[in-house]
T-cell receptor, first 113, second 112 residues
Framework: KAGVTQTPRYLIKTRGQQVTLSCSPI?????VSWYQQTPGQGLQFLFE???????NKGNFPGRFSGRQFSNSRSEMNVSTLELGDSALYLC????????????FGSGTRLTVV | GQQLNQSPQSMFIQEGEDVSMNCTSS?????WLWYKQDPGEGPVLLIA?????ELTSNGRLTAQFGITRKDSFLNISASIPSDVGIYFC????????????FGKGTKLSVKP
């Protein structure tokens, strides 16, 4: 069974640009969550989607947005990138079958220069 | 945002030794999860706990959900070099829904 797939693995963007990251959850998992990981702040919750609806949102500015498609795949978008957005962005999926213990992907390493 | 107090921040131990780390929170959680993260990878779920007082093992790993619902610990017995990595605790207020709140991690180094 394929795990959570995140693309791309690495990304370098310039300040002011926007970026879209993609996440394909484990087949059958309908809940997808996004987290930002930085050395200073650790793992911080961005948002959670379930059946194409945002169910929960963390304390991030409106430049961070996401969506989920009917096949449960999810994307997150960051507009007007800032240097501080450099981080590892992690996607996790869960379902009743894994007792809602989130399974994480390998992440997308975003560097803003 | 809210974070859990995880300790110790780092540990440097000899192969074969036992390891213990814990997490505490000022608020109650209904779920505790323990993850391990290797460099360049996402966290991997080790143990999930869903009931206060629950004690669960996964091989050489044992974790407990504190009876106050505000703490959890993870023990690793007879450590081996591949145990090296960063261990995170995570709590969730909801049983099946809701975001995870993570500790800052415990970095484990094992000397052969």
């Amino acid at each position: 069974k394929a795990g959570v797939t995140q693309t791309p693995r690495y990304l370098i963007k310039t300040r002011g640009q926007q970026v879209t990251l993609s996440c394909s959850p484990i087949s059958g998992h309908r809940s997808v969550s996004w987290y930002q990981q930085t050395p200073g702040q650790g793992l911080q919750f961005l948002f959670e989607y379930f059946s194409e609806t945002q169910r929960n949102k963390g304390n991030f500015p409106g430049r961070f947005s996401g969506r989920q498609f009917s096949n449960s795949r999810s994307e997150m978008n960051v507009s007007t990138l800032e240097l501080g957005d450099s981080a590892l962005y992690l996607c996790a999926s869960s379902s009743r079958t894994n007792n809602y213990g989130y399974t994480f992907g390998s992440g997308t390493r975003l560097t803003v220069v | 945002g809210q974070q859990l107090n995880q300790s110790p921040q780092s540990m440097f131990i000899q192969e074969g030794e036992d390891v213990s780390m814990n997490c505490t929170s000022s608020s109650i959680f209904n779920t505790w999860l323990w993850y391990k993260q290797d460099p360049g990878e996402g966290p991997v779920l080790l143990i999930a706990l869903y009931k206060a007082g629950e004690l669960t093992s996964n091989g050489r790993l044992t974790a407990q959900f504190g009876i106050t619902r505000k703490d959890s610990f993870l023990n690793i017995s007879a450590s081996i070099p591949s145990d090296v990595g960063i261990y995170f605790c995570a709590g969730r207020h909801g049983g099946s829904q809701g975001n995870l709140i993570f500790g800052k991690g415990t970095k484990l180094s094992v000397k052969p």
